[in-house]
């Protein structure tokens, strides 16, 4: 049953980069490595627009923190929105995982913040190599180029050239470069398939409880 986004969410938010839009998409090469892991099972924060092909997933306006227990038969996929809401997201991803849901999830690799030491807190992660890429409708990057040519024109600069997009689909082209690094963190019991995946693309990280049982991180695997 869809359902409203608690009050203080605002759906504008949900963004990688910009409060411009709400539809930033996983690039085809990223889901290529997740479903090499295994089968999307759910995407509780997918868009009109996504790539993903879950077989169940949650779109705005439902709310999939308000879902009391997401599946456990599957691997969930988890590309949660990166404004004011991530902190949220975090939370109900680790409070998901300690009931047993295994899952993937793409983040900001902020791993100082609270939201990912004390919420997230994956088993292991992949500190990807380089920086991505995700996919945005055609309307939202030409939307984005007017605003910056009419803010060039008021400041007298020249305004910035046409864009060229590379198409992806129909309606969503490649993106601009994220500004930050990105991690994908895993949940579940299969680490060493999910090191041997994604240690082909960047340095694996993964919890160490030492003997009093603190808990710390370590690097398991540096790139290839």
């Given amino acids: 049953i869809p359902v ?39 995407d509780p924060f997918s868009n009109r627009h996504s790539l993903v092909g879950a077989a169940r997933s949650i779109e705005l306006p439902e709310d999939s923190l308000a879902i009391e227990d997401w599946p456990r038969d599957g691997l969930n996929w988890q590309n949660p929105p990166y404004g004011d809401e991530l902190a949220a997201c975090a939370e109900k991803i680790g409070r998901e995982a300690a009931k047993g849901c295994e899952s993937i999830t793409l983040v900001p690799a902020r791993v100082g913040t609270r939201w990912w030491q004390q919420y997230l807190k994956p088993v292991m992660w992949c500190a990807w190599r380089g920086r991505l890429k995700f996919l945005e409708p055609v309307e939202t990057l030409l939307a984005r180029h007017r605003e910056r040519t009419v803010k060039a024109l008021k400041a007298g600069l020249c305004p910035p050239p046409e864009p060229k997009f590379k198409m992806i689909t129909d309606t969503l082209a490649e993106g601009e470069t994220a500004t930050f690094d990105a991690a994908f963190c895993y949940h ?33 695997r540096g790139e290839r």
């Avoid at 759906?11 to 996983?26: A, H």
């Fill in 188 to 220: 579940g019991t299969r680490l060493e398939r999910f090191a041997d995946i994604f240690g082909e693309h960047g340095t694996i990280y993964s919890e160490v409880r030492r003997a009093e049982s603190t808990p710390t991180s370590s690097a398991v």
């Fill in 4 to 42: 409203e986004y608690n009050a203080p969410v605002d759906p504008q938010r949900r963004v990688m980069l910009s409060s411009t839009t709400n539809e930033w998409c996983t690039h085809p090469d990223q889901l290529a490595v997740v479903r090499k892991f295994a089968p999307i099972a759910f």
